[in-house]
């Protein structure tokens, strides 16, 4: 890495600095102060959303909460309040238009203390209801307020990124539509063509049974579909947990309250069981492991869950022309009529005829209680009954977006395991409060406590949030002309292999965000860091490439880069897979950094190549 003063990009430098009066950048120190929930630190961190009706409460002190924890009052060490950041609509100062090839990471406005995840879960959710909940995300990403950190994520055969988080609505708009990479019924409904055959090939059985079988037949059938449908629930639940997993260890680098907004017609799993429903889980597999894992990751990441029924407004579907038979429900025959109470083998009891109905309202009471009982164990809201799913989406956000942080020791210092309850109180006055109503008191979390070699690693995962302690911008072009077929590969991927295009990477960083001090001889003295990590679309990693420079800048360079920026240049091999490029900067004296993710699609073909600076 060579540190240069560049001349190619100067309204970038004007840009970092002109929007210095819109931005509340964080000062040293100030990113991550609030401790992060560790087994060997015995610290707790609770976050509380206090409201009343729909309003958010603001203002609320210490003093104002009591907290206790298996009934036992504990004293709160630390105390912060969370407040949305975002500006009246037409108030956002515009940015510098940026050239060709040339990004930043200024944000457009301020950035809240949260982060939003939109989760589709084509997995446990019907067709029909997808497509409705892909056109309510299109109605809300055109008005999304600014400053809003939103990511969209799909869960159908896995878990599958479909943009990280940014807050411009017209990249989330392009990337959840996009025909290949974007939402896609067909791609995320893969996963159930082996359930759906068998599903088919019993109701196909189901048909000939209820006309041709004699009760011990009937029986045997209804065997048959029980087992059917404990394999097809196992199988969702388990799927279902390693999606959480994933997105509990990916949130946990993101500092702040994650809200999850998760879009489905079934919610399968819950993050703290119930008696019974660690009964009916035991009748699969065993899930208490796996269940106490994902509670433990959501707990690590600070995420709050918000359920939205996919399925919109709660209709009755019994006796619909497309009901599925089972023994005591209704029968659809080859010619579409539906038949409750006649054919060959009719209901014989009264009772008989409400079984259908019964099941189904117990069905949707049970949908409705495991969406409650989620949002409350991790300090979200569910959202039930409504075809409004924009509205849905915003409210959960502006929920999300105002909280308290309360850090307490708990009296209780055994890491056993077992399961610590959590209340908190309020004498303000009588309000709602959502918090996550407790914790596994594990000793192997498995959030790293670990300092990291390369302080960039964790913000350079794809998708990840816009780092803005240190602001820059960055020109990503093909280098011109292109190096010898025998050159030495530019980065540390040593594994490699294939045609590739050599990009030039110029970053120009405002000056002020980098602590420099002056040393006897009159030089300014400071040390950065820059980094670069490429993935595909599919978030495998091809590349990368990081370099520490130590300046000793002279009086002349130093009044030179107050006019300009600190300069920055690297050169990096991609392969034509590399489908985003995350770019940081990182700065040793003050611990501050800046992250941006960059789109390299297409740039090889269609960008004017950049003069190599060899």
């Known amino acids: 890495?060579?540190?240069?003063?560049?001349?190619?990009?100067?309204?970038?430098?004007?840009?970092c600095m002109a929007a210095g009066s819109h931005v509340q950048t964080t000062t040293p120190g100030e990113q991550g102060q609030v401790p992060v929930f560790k087994a060997h630190s015995h610290a707790v961190v609770v976050d509380v959303v206090v409201t009343k009706g729909d309003e958010a409460v603001t203002g609320l002190h210490k003093q104002d909460f009591q907290v206790l924890e298996d009934g036992?009052?504990?004293?709160?060490?630390?105390?912060?309040?969370?407040?949305?950041?975002?500006?009246?609509?037409?108030?956002?100062?515009?940015?510098?238009?940026?050239?060709?090839?040339?990004?930043?990471?200024?944000?457009?406005a301020p950035e809240s203390d949260s982060v939003n995840v939109l989760l589709l879960d084509t997995l446990n959710t019907d067709r029909p209801d997808q497509a409705y909940v892909h056109q309510q995300m299109v109605n809300f990403l055109k008005t999304m307020q600014p400053g809003l950190?939103?990511?969209?994520?799909?869960?159908?055969?896995?878990?599958?990124?479909?943009?990280?988080?940014?807050?411009?609505?017209?990249?989330?708009?392009?990337?959840?539509?996009?025909?290949?990479?974007?939402?896609?019924?067909?791609?995320?409904?893969?996963?159930?063509?082996?359930?759906?055959?068998?599903r088919d090939d019993i109701e196909d059985k189901a048909r000939l049974a209820t006309m041709q079988m004699g009760a011990a037949g009937l029986e045997a059938l209804a065997a048959w579909q029980a087992n059917f449908a404990g394999y097809q629930a196992d199988q969702r639940v388990a799927m279902t947990l390693e999606a959480l997993n994933y997105l509990g260890r990916y949130l946990a680098a993101v500092p702040g309250r994650k809200n999850l907004i998760w879009f489905s017609s079934s919610f399968p799993v819950t993050v703290f069981p119930s008696a019974r429903e660690k009964q009916s889980f035991?009748?699969?597999?065993?899930?208490?492991?796996?269940?106490?894992?994902?509670?433990?990751?959501?707990?690590?990441?600070?995420?709050?869950?918000?359920?939205?029924?996919?399925?919109?407004?709660?209709?009755?579907?019994?006796?619909?022309?497309?009901s599925v038979i089972f023994i005591n429900g209704c029968v659809d025959d080859e010619g579409g009529e539906v038949k409750s109470s006649t054919g060959p083998n009719p209901p014989t009891r009264p009772s008989d005829y409400m079984t259908p109905f019964t099941n189904e309202h117990a069905a949707r009471a049970d949908k409705i209680m495991a969406m409650e009982q989620l949002a409350a164990d991790t300090g979200g809201k569910a959202f039930y009954?409504?075809?409004?799913?924009?509205?849905?989406?915003?409210?959960?956000?502006?929920?999300?977006?105002?909280?308290?942080?309360?850090?307490?020791?708990?009296?209780?210092?055994?890491?056993?395991?077992?399961?610590?309850?959590?209340?908190?109180?309020?004498?303000?006055?009588?309000?709602?409060?959502?918090?996550?109503?407790?914790?596994?008191?594990?000793?192997?979390?498995?959030?790293?406590?670990?300092p990291e070699a390369d302080p960039l690693h964790a913000l350079l995962m794809r998708g990840m949030p816009s780092a803005t302690q240190v602001l820059y911008g960055v020109r990503v072009l093909p280098v011109s002309p292109k190096p010898a077929p025998d050159a030495k590969r530019a980065g540390k991927n040593t594994k490699l292999?294939?045609?590739?295009?050599?990009y030039s990477v110029d970053f120009l960083v405002r000056w002020s965000d980098v602590a420099l001090e002056t040393a006897a001889d009159?030089?300014?003295?400071?040390?950065?860091?820059?980094?670069?990590?490429?993935?595909?679309?599919?978030?495998?990693?091809?590349?990368?490439?990081?370099?520490?420079?130590?300046?000793?800048?002279?009086?002349?360079?130093?009044?030179?880069?107050?006019?300009?920026?600190?300069?920055?240049?690297?050169?990096?091999?991609?392969?034509?897979?590399?489908?985003?490029?995350?770019?940081?900067?990182?700065?040793?004296?003050?611990?501050?950094?800046?992250?941006?993710?960059?789109?390299?699609?297409?740039?090889?073909?269609?960008?004017?190549?950049?003069?190599?600076?060899?």
């Open 522 to 614: 009159g030089t300014h003295r400071g040390k950065i860091q820059a980094s670069l990590l490429a993935y595909d679309h599919d978030g495998n990693a091809v590349n990368w490439l990081g370099a520490t420079q130590g300046m000793a800048l002279t009086p002349e360079n130093f009044a030179a880069i107050q006019k300009s920026g600190v300069p920055v240049h690297l050169e990096i091999d991609l392969p034509s897979s590399a489908a985003y490029l995350e770019t940081g900067v990182y700065d040793w004296s003050s611990g501050k950094a800046g992250t941006l993710e960059v789109p390299v699609s297409g740039n090889a073909q269609t960008a004017q190549a950049a003069p190599s600076t060899k």
């Open 385 to 450: 009954n409504t075809n409004d799913l924009n509205a849905a989406m915003m409210h959960a956000i502006e929920n999300g977006a105002h909280y308290y942080t309360l850090v307490y020791t708990p009296t209780n210092k055994k890491m056993d395991g077992s399961y610590r309850k959590i209340e908190v109180k309020t004498s303000a006055g009588k309000y709602n409060l959502a918090y996550r109503r407790g914790y596994n008191a594990d000793d192997k979390l498995t959030a790293d406590t670990k």
């Open 149 to 198: 950190r939103v990511a969209v994520f799909v869960l159908g055969s896995k878990l599958r990124m479909v943009q990280g988080f940014t807050t411009d609505s017209s990249v989330l708009r392009d990337a959840v539509n996009d025909k290949k990479n974007g939402i896609s019924m067909e791609a995320d409904t893969s996963v159930t063509r082996s359930l759906q055959d068998k």
């Open 1 to 15: 890495m060579r540190l240069r003063f560049l001349w190619f990009f100067p309204s970038v430098a004007v840009c």
């Open 282 to 322: 035991g009748q699969m597999r065993e899930y208490s492991a796996a269940l106490k894992e994902t509670a433990d990751l959501l707990t690590v990441s600070k995420v709050a869950v918000y359920p939205i029924g996919a399925e919109g407004m709660i209709v009755s579907h019994v006796c619909e022309p497309t």
């Open 72 to 108: 036992k009052p504990v004293t709160v060490d630390f105390f912060e309040e969370h407040t949305a950041k975002t500006l009246p609509p037409g108030t956002v100062p515009e940015l510098v238009k940026m050239p060709p090839n040339v990004y930043t990471n200024v944000p457009p």
């Open 497 to 502: 292999t294939g045609p590739t295009t050599r």
